[in-house]
């Protein structure tokens, strides 16, 4: 069964560093999500990507953050400048076009960064 | 503005038992998902069950089964004949057909015991 896959698994930074979290989505689906889950809260939104381009996008994802896809295959998280309060589990995903706007969005395992 | 909300913080269930995760929502959109997916320990969310807000029949799948009641903007999970393995967090999340991203609870850990 397709999955999404997200590298690395865990990523340890020093507060000021860039980081770019990778994600492969499920290869037929045409949107891209980005959430993030700070320890022991709820899951937030973050971006939502389709047709190249930002579709949507929450108070948190600033100017430190940008997403990409570099390559048919790839979609990544960037954070420029790391701040402790960065630290958390962050879930790409992605959902079908043709099932209607309510699609089911599957989630990667997620990446656990730790700033500090 | 969407709202999502999980008053059960933590719960409790026999073995082999039934179970009823809560999950209440607001939003003035009139066509909307509603979703529920499963957090173990290992941190991944696993998708189990869609619902959406023009479907007749209560969605299930499996042991998993969703008490849509519309007038009361309640989704909540029933986990039928409760397993080990069912010990976890479980969001509710709610996607508006005017957005694409999910709104999410506060979650809810369930425990099952022996």
């Known amino acids: 069964e397709p999955e999404v896959t997200q590298t690395p698994s865990h990523q340890v930074t020093q507060m000021g560093q860039e980081v770019i979290l990778r994600c492969v989505p499920i290869s037929n689906h045409l949107y891209f999500y980005w959430y993030r889950q700070i320890l022991g809260q709820k899951v937030e939104f973050l971006v939502s990507?389709?047709?190249?381009?930002?579709?949507?996008k929450s108070e948190i994802f600033d100017d430190q953050f940008s997403v990409e896809r570099p390559d048919g295959s790839n979609f990544t998280l960037k954070i420029r400048s790391t701040k402790l309060e960065d630290s958390a589990m962050y879930f790409c995903?992605?959902?079908?076009?043709?099932?209607?706007?309510?699609?089911?969005?599957?989630f990667g395992p997620g990446t656990r960064l730790l700033v500090l | 503005a969407q709202k999502i909300t999980q008053t059960q913080p933590g719960m409790f269930v026999q073995e082999k038992e039934a179970v009823t995760l809560d999950c209440t929502y607001d939003?003035?959109?009139?066509?909307?998902?509603l979703f529920w997916y499963k957090q173990p320990s290992s941190g991944e969310m696993i998708f189990l069950i869609y619902q959406g807000s023009y479907d007749q029949q209560n969605a299930t799948e499996g042991r998993y089964s969703l008490n849509f009641q519309k007038a009361r903007k309640s989704a909540n999970l029933v986990i039928s004949a409760s397993q080990l393995g069912d010990s976890a967090m479980y969001f509710c999340a709610m996607t508006p057909h005017t957005g694409n991203q999910f709104y999410f609870g506060t979650g809810t850990s369930l425990t099952v015991i022996p």
């Open positions: 939003t003035s959109d009139p066509s909307y998902g």
């Open positions: 995903a992605s959902s079908d076009l043709t099932q209607g706007l309510q699609e089911t969005q599957y």
């Open positions: 990507f389709y047709n190249n381009e930002i579709s949507e």
